[in-house]
């Protein structure tokens, strides 16, 4: 697994630069369900920051996709702090264990048709599992 930050080449890159305004938009609605608002605290600026991402959700949280890897500043952020709040279905989550992990472990969490759409368009080699807090 890598831990690389640098942004692929390849067409999630071109895929999410395209959707980034709507995403942004939308994430974390009632009615848009595939997407949420991650809630997190910078390790170094201490600063409150938001990042939208595509979400599938678990048996007891979340599963995310990381196309850019588990090196990017907002994850490291997450696994720092030991969980953050997900905005997902316009009700905030608050989630806690996060887990770095491989496609092995993902692809049970994920429906074969979407497993499919995820693996073509935001291709990964790691996930972030999260888990409710209150669970």
């Known amino acids: 697994m890598t831990t690389s930050a640098a942004a692929p080449k ?3 890159w071109r895929f999410a ?3 980034a305004p709507a995403v ?3 994430a974390g609605r009632r009615w848009f369900a595939g997407w949420a608002v991650m809630h997190h605290r910078g390790r170094v600026s201490r600063r409150n920051l938001t990042v939208p991402v595509a979400v599938v959700t678990t048996p007891d949280g979340f599963i995310i996709n990381l196309p850019w890897g588990a090196g990017t500043n907002w994850v490291r952020n997450v696994v720092a702090a030991g969980g ?3 905005r ?3 009700a905030d989550h608050p989630m806690d264990r996060p887990r770095i992990i491989d496609a092995t472990a993902a692809r049970p969490y994920y429906p ?3 497993w499919a759409i995820a693996r073509r368009l935001f291709p990964a080699d790691a ?3 999260l888990r409710h807090a209150d669970r």
């Open 127 to 129: 996930w972030l599992l």
């Open 10 to 12: 390849n067409i999630s």
């Open 112 to 114: 074969r048709l979407t």
């Open 17 to 19: 630069r395209a959707t």
């Open 24 to 26: 942004r938009m939308l």
């Open 84 to 86: 953050c709040t997900v």
């Open 88 to 90: 997902w279905k316009g």
